[in-house]
């Protein structure tokens, strides 16, 4: 019973670890009301703090989503101009990525 119990565990545990990573690509947006590390997710609470990791370039920053979006097919999220300097997309405006809720 105790193995079985272990086993569940395991199962639910690499489950979460699972869902709490996403691929994507991201976008880099300029909105006058926002500033510094912050970014727009579709779902993800607003407050939430993510770890974008630039697939591309191995460079990563801690965000904070304060807003929603995007909403264009293939994007996962869209990032402040700071965090897209901060990430060194910038100069591209479009990036592969990797988010892990912090």
Known sequence: ?????????????FTNVAA??????????????????????????LGTRVKVVNLDNGRSAILKIVDRGPFI????????PVAASALGFRAA???????DRV
């Open 20 to 45: 709490a990573s996403e691929l994507g690509i991201a976008s880099y947006y300029q909105n006058p009301h926002y500033s510094g590390l912050i970014a727009a997710h579709k779902t993800l609470p």
């Open 93 to 99: 405006g479009l990036a592969h990525v990797r988010l």
């Open 73 to 80: 097919r293939g994007r996962i999220i869209d990032v402040s």
């Open 1 to 13: 019973m105790q193995k079985v119990m272990l086993v569940c565990a395991a199962i639910v545990g």
